[in-house]
């Protein structure tokens, strides 16, 4: 594996197992400091960080899994399956709102709602410091390295600190009397989980279907490919993401007189420089036209 590859993948691993041992942490702690607190707010964070750990156990093994080179079974390589395994956490992510709305509505419904204890509002606070904290580094390096599965896990860290501003505000309120307050911000939060998860889910979905890249970054490499010695015309540009790389189609027009050796140099030329200007492009596929030829169509079936 090439060095600058590998090293992607290792700052990737490096993170993802950041994350497992803040979950693992925290879901202990919201456990216990729920249950033995009193807070239902608090106890469904501690359920919620139970799920983020199996997340993060999940994006650890397709982390592993996508960093495989391209075979013969796979000659697009294997990064579709950080796109898909960020659908799946957008899934788990909307499940788990839901069942954190579930365990409000029952707890409002019932009455029965017992002041929390003073040092639910400790956790609830490291809570928020950690996983936010944790979201901006995730992020950051999501943007680094392009990758679909650490931006999934970045939105789920992001999701948790929003959860637990509710559950402190919840805890805060009930501890002062306003036990309702505590439930009624599970909910609450739930809300803002789903609407994250639903985000995540729609950013992996257009991975998945091959939504076009930005017209603005295809520019900039259509640029970069028109300025070799040799290219009369980008004719076309077409790219699509697969995990932390985008795979691009490239049409070039060029001298009709020219051979072929001297098309295959320029080509390779082109695909060289647009390494050189974007790391994370994974591959370019070339084809060549004849410039200026009025009777020369493109087929396609799609």
């Known amino acids: 594996m090439p060095?600058?590859?590998?090293?992607?993948?290792?700052?990737?691993?490096?993170?993802?197992?950041?994350?497992?041992?803040?979950?693992?942490?925290?879901?202990?702690?919201?456990?216990?400091a729920g249950r033995l607190g009193h807070s239902e707010a608090l106890f469904a964070d501690g359920v919620e960080s139970a799920c983020d750990l199996a997340i993060s156990a999940a994006a650890l093994a397709t982390m592993r899994f996508s960093r495989q080179p391209f075979d013969r079974q796979h000659p697009y390589g294997h990064g579709r399956a950080e796109s898909l395994a960020a659908f799946l956490v957008g899934l788990v992510i909307i499940a788990t709102s839901a069942l954190i709305l579930y365990g409000a509505v029952i707890t409002i419904a019932s009455g029965d709602i017992p002041r929390p204890r003073l040092y639910t509002l400790a956790v609830a606070a490291a809570t928020i410091l950690l996983k936010e904290t944790l979201a901006r580094a995730t992020f950051r390096q999501a943007r680094i390295i392009g990758s679909p599965m650490l931006n999934a896990l970045a939105q789920d860290h992001r999701k948790d600190a929003l959860t637990s501003i509710g559950t402190l505000l919840g805890c805060g309120c009930a501890f002062l009397g306003w036990r309702f307050m505590d439930p009624f911000f599970a909910g609450l939060t739930g809300l803002l989980i789903a609407h994250v998860g639903i985000n995540t889910v729609r950013g992996a979905t257009q991975d998945l279907i091959d939504t076009a890249l930005p017209e603005e970054r295809l520019n900039a490499i259509s640029a970069v490919a028109a300025a070799v010695e040799g290219v009369e015309h980008v004719h076309e540009i077409r790219g699509r993401s697969s995990g932390q790389y985008i795979i691009l189609d490239l049409k070039l027009e060029m001298d009709p007189e020219m051979t072929v050796a001297r098309s295959h140099e320029i080509a390779t030329e082109v695909k060289r420089r647009i390494f050189e200007a974007d790391a994370s492009v994974g591959d370019v596929m070339i084809h060549i036209n004849p410039h200026d030829d009025p009777n020369h169509t493109d087929l396609i079936r799609l």
């Not at 590998?6 to 979950?23: C, D, G, S, W």
């Open 3 to 32: 060095e600058e590859r590998q090293t992607r993948f290792n700052q990737a691993e490096t993170v993802i197992r950041i994350a497992l041992a803040v979950n693992a942490l925290l879901m202990v702690a919201k456990l216990l």
